[in-house]
């Protein structure tokens, strides 16, 4: 069973950089069937897809979000990575890992505050 | 970006009656490969989303029957056959086929 599980600290600094990872369990990373992304939910809000990275490495960022975006992927500790600079108020959030929607992680909330 | 639009926002709903939900988008979802990528997720209370239904109309292993989504283009409808009390949550929508990916406000149905 794929497991999918965010990890980070909880509490951020305004204009600090928010670094998150997600480690992958009960599958691989390395495929070219699927796809990895990186959604945030501010609390009592909608979703924002940020990111998605692609077999190969590739990425696609929300352009809202494309200056201070970095997703990345280490095959060896079967992780993807998200960094977000420069970070206010408004990148308070639940953090998800997801791995092309169908899989979801239990989120990770993160609060921006000095 | 592409601009989903969901309603109603609200669905008060008696259990085992229907419920259904549109969702609208701002520009067609159907893709050059053919596919419409139109998804549907459930997010019940302090849970992660799950997903539904993707490409408009294929539910995901394990979610009950009940649940039936259609449509094409720029409307899509997600269809409840009987309400269960399991299934009260929030409902979203989402759109896998232009970048950067968009979901819905949200509907949040509830018993009546």
């Known amino acids: 069973q794929l497991q999918l599980q965010e990890s980070g600290p909880g509490l951020v600094k305004p204009s600090e950089t928010l670094s998150l990872a997600c480690t992958v369990s009960?599958?691989?990373?390395?495929?070219?069937?699927?796809?990895w992304g990186w959604i945030r939910q501010p609390p009592g809000k909608g979703l924002e897809w940020i990111a998605t990275?692609?077999?190969?490495?590739?990425?696609d960022y929300n352009p809202s979000l494309k200056s201070r975006v970095t997703v990345s992927v280490d095959t060896s500790k079967s992780q993807v990575s998200l960094k977000l600079s420069s970070v206010t108020a408004a990148d308070t959030a639940m953090y998800y890992c997801?791995?092309?929607?169908?899989?979801w992680g239990q989120g990770t909330l993160v609060t921006v505050s000095s | 970006d592409v601009v989903m639009t969901q309603s109603p926002l609200s669905l008060p709903v008696t259990l085992g009656q229907p419920a259904s939900i549109s969702c609208r988008s701002s520009q067609s979802l159907a893709h050059s490969d053919g596919n419409t990528y139109l998804n549907w997720f459930q997010q019940r209370p302090g849970q992660s989303p799950r997903r539904l239904i993707y490409?408009?109309?294929t539910r995901d292993s394990g979610v009950p029957d009940r649940f039936s989504g259609s449509g094409s283009g720029t409307d899509f409808t997600l269809k409840i056959s009987r309400v269960e009390a399991e299934d009260v949550g929030v409902y979203y929508c989402m759109q896998g086929t232009h970048w950067p990916y968009t979901f819905g406000q949200g509907t949040n149905l509830e018993i009546k």
């Open positions: 997801v791995r092309d929607g169908g899989y």
């Open positions: 490409k408009v109309s």
């Open positions: 990275m692609y077999y190969g490495g590739s990425t």
């Open positions: 009960g599958g691989s990373i390395s495929s070219s069937d699927y796809y």
